[in-house]
């Protein structure tokens, strides 16, 4: 935050500098339209800039031409389904409800969509990885067959013939065309404008650092300690709890939390390594009252079955995460370790991560 601030202000003198030499003595100055601004973006002071690419500064412009993009079903081919068709605000920005998304054209997809927040803080983006920035990945649902099947070509076509949208982007972008690019840029900004830091995690962690769980209820503040304790439910390796972060990925950013026997490629489809098949995007435990069905196939349809798949239904194969096979008989089966009172109290400590302000702040509403 602090840096890219710096950065933008260094920008903005500069850009006044070569402005006033440009203007010659003997005339008034022009009054021309105002540059973008900046866009501040709402976290904590004390979270540490994320991942921002410096190609694409936030601007408040930028951001609502996202908004208004994001929105649009113009950008599938039959005009019929738009971003948040799929990620819905009120859902977390997932399609609550459905195991694997639904085209525009109707086409199933394979994979269950993912929720939208805090990605600046993320670094390699879809279940599997494949992409590493917010810019490169927006275009890929437009023109994706089973998404929204248009071409980024036709995209810009439409969007230069648009009533609105020209001006929109001379805004965000003066000096740039409506391109591919721009409209990769914006959409990407907008995502980036999504945060979600208000749970009631998130007031403990501020009141109390040293002990959140000072505030906690009985049942809470056993979750709290089974979700960090080795014997216990054991969560913490893969989904931290490190502050700032705070159960974000970290550590094993990539894991194979067990569900197959004989899993996908997942990750290795990124990196070509035999030893990354069935390692998956470790989600963020933030915000699950509103995101489910749960993991990339969307199979579990409640927190109940994600923790009886944690304490006794994961499987074996060769690139299980050790802080799972450690659970593990001889037979390389799980030993079932939570008692129904130890879900039921991580269930509720999950539940201080629910964030209603990200499911109801009208700046990431549709703005038609
Ligand atoms: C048909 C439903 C659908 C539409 C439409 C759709 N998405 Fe998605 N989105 C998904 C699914 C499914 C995934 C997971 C895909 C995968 O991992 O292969 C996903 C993943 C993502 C992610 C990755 C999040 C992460 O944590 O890595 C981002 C970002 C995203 N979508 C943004 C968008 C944007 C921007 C648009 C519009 C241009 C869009 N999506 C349109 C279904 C959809
Ligand atoms: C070995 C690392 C690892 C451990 C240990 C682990 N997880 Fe996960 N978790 C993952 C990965 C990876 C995924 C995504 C897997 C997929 O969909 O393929 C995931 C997915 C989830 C999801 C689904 C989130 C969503 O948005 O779909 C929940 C909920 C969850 N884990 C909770 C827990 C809890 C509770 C614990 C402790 C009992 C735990 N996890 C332990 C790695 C782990």
Known sequence: MRNSKYLLTLGLIFGLIAGLESCKPDEPPTVGTPGPTTYVLDVPSNWPLGNFIA?????NEGVELGRYLFYDPLLSKNSSQSCASCHNQGFGFTDHGLEVSLGS????GTKNAMALFNLNWSSGYFWDGRQSTLESLAGEPITAVHEMNLSLTEAVARLKAHPS???RFKQAFPDKEITETTLRFAIAQFIRSITSYQSKWDEYVQKTPQNPAAHMTASEARGFNLFLSETGADCRHCHTLNSPFIIDLRENEFANNGLEASPDSGYARVTGKASDIGKFKTPSLRNLAYTAPYMHDGRFATLEEVLDHYDHGFQFSSTLNVNLVKHMDANQQPIPRLSAQDKQDVIAFLKLLNDS????????KSPF
């Open 55 to 59: 190609e694409n500064p936030l601007t």
């Open 105 to 108: 054209e109707g086409a199933v």
């Open 165 to 167: 949208y020209p001006a």
């Open 357 to 364: 302000t990200l499911v109801t702040n009208p700046k990431w």
